[in-house]
């Protein structure tokens, strides 16, 4: 006999128009893509050879209908439809009726015709054929298709009736779902499966076990496209509130999480070909995913995700999933602790990570930081009480409506303006250049305003999780590291050139009130090692009220190093998406970071509140806006070099000495 047909898309059959009447509806008669075989509930594609497909032309009567529905629209919607359709109509006296119908009936068979390709286009990748022979099947030209994503079979009435369903929905609606929402058949197939698998989860989960009515993530089912959906109980499982607590709200995006039918091709296409990884458990489904257990037989974390990553590279997952190799996150069982071994699982997310933000907002926010960091620049001015004097002569002159000048102030300000946001450009340029090295992407940095140091912090979020923990560490801790180091070493200048300058530079000198000089132990170490043991000391000071009375002129250099140390200092606190938080997240996991983060949290609120209104600014800045943990690594399971924990040791160290005050 011969042999199979090999597939072929559907293609529209001619037909001669009936003679004396006409049709219900304009279009043409084409032989279907699916059709539904006798007594078996099974789609099947037509194998037919494609021909040219040809259409009847407008009948008259439809011609007429369409017309007088046409003219009894709004003018304003006669004039939208005529510009759609390719008229330059600018009121209703100039549409011509006829001619936008017939229009509009021209491109309504060409979509027939490009829906016709579509369809077969989306066939051959969707469907595997079993050819004619394989399973019994003696009809000449059909064969059986089967989908590839997990066995659902829809017939065509099934199919067209969605098709019916969503011509009421406005395009822009379906324009939500990308290329799908192009193509009716696609997001008609799309639909019916989102509803089947949503059917399926009120009654079992992805392996068929009984569960209760609402899906893996504690909503009710529905079709996206009609915004189905509700909130589900309010009870949560302690795997899924282990799982929260430990990665970021950014990780559960609706939009873009792995399907049950997604986890089966990751299963059979992906994991399955992995000689080195055997996989032990089903899929658990998590709070934005699934996770996978198994055992991992490659040297490292890392060529296990360059090996699974190069299998996705090759599937239809690709750039739909990321599979990340993380210690296990979920309670500790009896079974692991009397083995004594709790083996990494792979947790597997949308493609999508990042946090989500407002652009417009963030750059308002870093704008009302330059202004406040000027601030800071003129205040050390003010302290010192002869240029305090001069500025409110100036401004007594303005309040009684004379001339005044205040520009010897903003000359005296700019350099210690510039110099502080020197120490802020190294530190973000060291995370650029780190960034740059390991092709990480990353956002521009949000820069946060503050009234004690000028800014708070600067944010510079990751994209694109980082490739593994000692990736993570080294972008986290370049910036802060070599901010505080430039500091550092503005403090030593700044206090070389205080030292060497004349009495009439001395005069004009910033000032910075002794006790908060004394609440770094770094920076005030070195202001001494230069200008002399003693230049700090309290002991002339006789009250509280004396103590707080005593400022110390410095050169503005050395007080833009003063305020550069604090901030970086700051920005290496081990707690949530700081720097801080993601050296500590690279060092000691999630979980231990969370409770070096509570300690941390703590003993910064305590400090706030008994010595340093910086530390409580910081304090509130951390607890709402970068609270939670940095995003999944691809690889957390393989530790950092001991290198990059001598680093890491020696970043805390300057830290400690910059926030713990002179005793």
């Known amino acids: 006999g011969e042999e199979a047909a090999a597939p072929a898309v559907a293609k529209a059959e001619t037909k001669e128009k009936e003679k004396g009447g006409s049709s219900s509806s304009p279009s043409s008669t084409v032989s279907p893509l699916y059709d539904l075989s006798a007594g078996t509930g099974e789609t099947r594609l037509n194998l037919d050879p494609l021909r040219e497909a040809t259409f009847e032309e407008l009948p008259e009567d439809q011609l007429k209908e369409r017309i007088d529905k046409f003219e009894k629209s709004p003018w304003f919607l006669r004039a939208i439809v005529a510009r759609t359709a390719g008229f330059d109509a600018k009121d209703a006296a100039e549409i011509n009726a006829t001619e936008v119908v ?200 890392e060529a296990l995700i360059d090996a699974i990553d190069a299998m996705i590279a090759k599937s239809r997952l690709r750039e739909k999933i990321l599979v990340h190799y993380v210690p296990d996150p979920t309670p500790v069982t009896e079974d692991q602790i009397l083995m004594g071994e709790r083996e990494p699982i792979l947790f597997v997310t949308g493609p999508d990570t990042m946090r989500d933000a407002n652009v417009y907002f963030l750059a308002g926010v870093s704008a009302f930081a330059v202004g406040t960091s000027w601030y800071t620049s003129l205040y050390p001015f003010l302290v010192n009480p002869d240029l305090l004097s001069r500025a409110e002569e100036q401004l007594t002159l303005a309040n009684a409506g004379m001339e005044y000048n205040l520009d010897w102030l903003t000359g005296y300000a700019i350099p210690l303006f510039g110099a502080f946001w020197v120490t802020q450009l190294v530190h973000e340029a060291g995370h650029r250049v780190v960034a740059g090295a390991y092709d990480m992407n990353v956002t521009y940095p949000t820069i946060v305003p503050s009234l004690t140091t000028g800014i708070t912090n600067s944010i510079t979020s990751l994209k694109d999780p980082a490739r593994n923990k000692q990736e993570l560490l080294d972008f986290a801790i370049a910036g802060p590291l070599l901010g505080l180091l430039t500091s550092a070493f503005f403090v030593f200048l700044g206090s070389e050139l205080t030292a060497t300058a004349d009495a009439a530079s001395y005069a004009n000198f910033p000032a910075l009130p002794l006790v908060l000089l004394r609440q770094s132990s770094l920076a005030a170490g070195i202001v001494e090692g230069v200008l002399g043991e003693g230049t700090l000391s309290t002991m002339g000071a006789i009250g509280t009220r004396a103590l707080a009375d005593i400022s110390i002129p410095l050169h503005p250099v050395a007080i833009a190093g003063f305020f550069g140390l604090f901030v970086n200092a700051l920005s290496l606190l081990p707690f949530g998406r700081t720097d801080g938080g993601r050296v500590a997240l690279a060092l000691f996991g999630r979980s231990g970071t969370q409770l070096v983060g509570l300690l941390t949290l703590v003993t910064t609120f305590i400090a706030g509140v008994t010595a340093s209104d910086a530390l409580l600014f910081y304090f509130s800045f951390i607890i709402f806006f970068q609270a939670e943990l940095e995003i999944p690594c691809r690889n957390e399971v393989d530790d950092v070099d001991f290198s990059r924990v001598l680093l890491a040791t020696a970043g805390g160290v300057l830290m400690l000495l910059t926030l713990i005050p002179m005793v």
């Open 102 to 301: 017939m229009k509009l009936y021209e491109d309504e068979q060409k979509f027939v015709r490009d829906q016709l390709e579509a369809q077969n286009d989306f066939a051959m990748s969707t469907f595997d054929v079993v050819e004619d022979g394989d399973d019994g099947d003696d009809e000449g030209d059909v064969g059986r298709w089967k989908d590839k994503v997990g066995g659902t079979k829809f017939t065509q009435a099934q199919i067209d009736a969605k098709i019916r369903e969503l011509d009421s929905v406005p395009q822009f609606v379906k324009n939500i779902f990308g290329e799908d929402g192009k193509n009716e058949t696609k997001l008609a197939l799309r639909m019916l499966e989102e509803d089947y698998e949503n059917e399926r989860n009120k009654k079992r989960n992805f392996w068929g076990e009984e569960v209760k009515e609402k899906d893996r993530d504690g909503k009710k089912s529905g079709s996206a496209l009609f915004g189905a959906g509700g909130v589900g109980d309010d009870e949560m499982d302690p795997l899924d509130r282990m799982v929260e607590s430990l990665y970021p709200q950014s990780t559960r995006k609706e939009e873009g999480q792995p399907t049950e039918a997604q986890m089966t091709m990751l299963m059979d296409d992906v994991l399955s070909k992995i000689k080195s990884f055997n996989p032990t458990g089903r899929p658990e489904a998590v709070p934005g995913g699934f996770i996978v257990r198994g055992t991992n037989a490659f040297d490292d974390g």
